[in-house]
């Protein structure tokens, strides 16, 4: 028995091998669209020509013409056109400007110069702020140059990105350089994260410490990002003494990680400011100190103790997370007595501010969203880099912050001292 099998015609196979998707799909829209944005850029350059001028193309100032006043009264000539290539996010496109001399007040005369397309310009602002935005959202130069070449039409190299990346590095120095005087910061959340950079043609973990400030609004913003080599009390010393020398003034509360060199750091500059050790990073300390068969039992006493719903049952369950596990297994025990009074001082706050004040988990989510956009680059350039780029996906609005939990009693805790003998 035969049996008869059709094979489907696809027209595009008889394109050759290579054939590109999307190559002959022809759209008129774009193209009567790009035509319009090329004579609108060059009316522009145009009647900002004539307003240097005073008189528009083809006319020339008849003897007795006046002037008009301000910087549009400037004498010159027109001396021709020259074609540029502009790309913006309407796509490439090529115009042809103006050019003109004009007369200066020693007799010379001086090339004029756009302001609305600067010489050497090649691409709008918004074009650059689309290629860093794609660069932002986690992908490498290559990847952002395949994916933008429909919409630049091949325009954009990696190369591109990678001048384009270097441009966000004067916003980053501004950044670094700004007065924070006038940030109402009342609280403060330190935290180091580690990333991998290329130092010596070597991938090496370095630290980049972060100061999160949470203003009296209850709005978090980055304050300090920072490679300065490691979590040592020096490193955390000079983040500190940046910030105050640039305005920030004594917090009313802190939240740290408890490393040791950022507790060394604080005690020498506000030693007498109440300060919350992250539960979180306590409790890992914690399970660190056991065998794997403790761990179900030690979370589920160490959380009846930190999310008991008050002060005094906190402490209540402190005393009975001590008692059993002295007998249990006293390294848990001596580590939470290790704490100290620092783990529980979120409990001199409203309880509705509880859940925001117990852990540095701000910081931690910034550091898991950065971790998972660079994780297609495995290994970033330089650690200058790793830095700004931490500050950019917060600059850019790729992650948004909001407020911390409890904001609204933020405003009328502020008006009254903590008491710090609680």
């Not at 774009?30 to 350059?45: K, N, Y």
């Not at 009390?233 to 940046?242: K, N, Q, S």
Request: proline residues 5%; aromatic residues 6%; charged residues 25%.
């Amino acid at each position: 028995m035969e049996r008869t099998i059709t094979k489907p015609a696809f027209p595009h196979a008889q394109s050759g091998a290579n054939a590109q998707l999307f190559e002959d799909w022809f759209d008129p829209i774009e193209s009567a669209v790009r035509d319009q944005v090329r004579h609108f850029i060059e009316g522009l350059i145009e009647a900002e020509l004539e307003e240097v001028l005073a008189r528009p193309r083809y006319r020339h100032r008849v003897k007795g013409d006046v002037p008009s006043d301000g910087p549009a009264a400037v004498s010159g000539h027109r001396h021709g056109r020259r074609p540029r290539s502009l790309t913006g996010t309407f796509g490439p496109v090529q115009i042809t400007v103006p050019r003109a001399r004009l007369n200066t007040a020693d007799g010379k005369t001086t090339e004029w110069k756009s302001h609305v397309l600067p010489v050497y310009q090649r691409r709008t602002k918004a074009a650059d702020a689309l290629i860093a935005g794609a660069y932002l959202s986690g992908t490498n130069t290559r990847r952002v140059r395949r994916a933008l070449a429909t919409i630049f039409r091949g325009s954009v190299g990696k190369d591109t990105v990678s001048r384009v990346w270097r441009k966000v590095e004067s916003d980053w120095k501004a950044w670094n350089a700004r007065s924070l005087a006038d940030e109402p910061i009342v609280r403060l959340i330190l935290d180091g994260t580690v990333v991998r950079v290329q130092l010596d043609r070597k991938a090496t973990l370095i630290s980049l410490l972060v100061v999160l400030g949470i203003r009296q609004d209850g709005q978090k913003v980055l304050l300090a990002v920072k490679n300065v080599g490691g979590e040592t009390a020096e490193a955390w010393r000079a983040v500190l003494d940046d910030l105050i020398k640039r305005g920030v003034r004594k917090p009313e509360f802190l939240i740290v990680d408890g490393g040791s060199g950022l507790d060394a750091a604080l005690a020498a500059i506000w030693a007498d400011v109440p300060t919350q050790r992250c539960t979180v990073h306590k409790l890992r300390n914690l399970l660190a100190h056991a065998p794997k068969r403790l761990h179900d039992e030690i979370v589920l006493d160490y959380n009846a103790m930190i999310y008991a719903n008050t002060p005094e049952e906190v402490e209540k369950q402190r005393k009975a997370f001590l008692r059993k596990w002295r007998v249990r297994h006293i390294p848990v025990a001596d580590s939470l007595e290790e704490a100290g009074d620092r783990l529980f001082a979120f409990t001199r706050l409203p309880a509705s501010q509880w859940k925001s004040a117990r852990t540095t988990n701000a910081i931690e989510r910034l550091h898991e969203e950065f971790k998972r956009r660079i994780k297609t680059q495995t290994v970033l350039p330089s650690s200058d880099t790793a830095a700004m780029l931490f500050w950019a996906l917060l600059a850019s609005g790729q992650i948004i912050m909001r407020k911390v939990d409890g904001w609204k009693t933020m405003a009328a805790e502020s008006n009254q001292p903590l008491d710090v003998a609680a």
